[in-house]
């Protein structure tokens, strides 16, 4: 009965020490050496191109930062990278436009981006017509 007790007090003390280990790991990443609370950033711009590793830089007060970011190489969206939507699905083709229009709501701004509440994205219609013989090819055979 005195192991089981012995045991049980040994599995609490590792489980304090090593929550306190994960708390002062937490710590030492928010500490940075700056008290500014009300960082500006910048928008990503990206080390070369249009997209990939970049930078983006932040002030507060008369402090200055860098930070690593990324803007995804296939994001050519006018919204930028900052703003994330949620989209709705893509409406029907228009005969007269020959596009499909679906619409965005802000969901979260990153870094203090000045985004717009409702975008629009269009595309062109596809031309081809999906045939359901497509998706049954292959099976059946033996």
Do not use: H
């Not at 070369?48 to 402090?63: H, I, M, N, Q």
């Amino acid at each position: 009965m005195q192991v089981r007790g012995l045991l049980f007090l040994l599995a609490l003390v590792l489980l304090a020490a090593t929550a306190e280990a994960g708390k002062n790991k937490k710590e030492k990443v928010k500490k940075d050496g700056s008290e500014c609370e009300d960082w500006r950033w910048g928008p990503c711009v990206p080390n070369s191109k249009d997209c990939g590793l970049g930078y983006r830089e932040g002030t507060c007060k008369d402090e200055s930062k860098k930070l690593k970011c990324k803007i995804p190489c296939n994001w050519k969206k006018k919204f930028g990278a900052d703003c994330k939507y949620k989209f709705e699905s893509w409406g029907g083709c228009s005969a007269q436009t020959g596009v499909k229009t679906r619409s965005g709501i802000l969901k979260k701004a990153l870094y203090n981006a000045q985004c717009e509440e409702i975008v629009y994205v269009t595309k062109p219609c596809s031309s081809k017509i999906k045939s359901k013989s497509k998706a049954k090819k292959g099976k059946g055979k033996d």
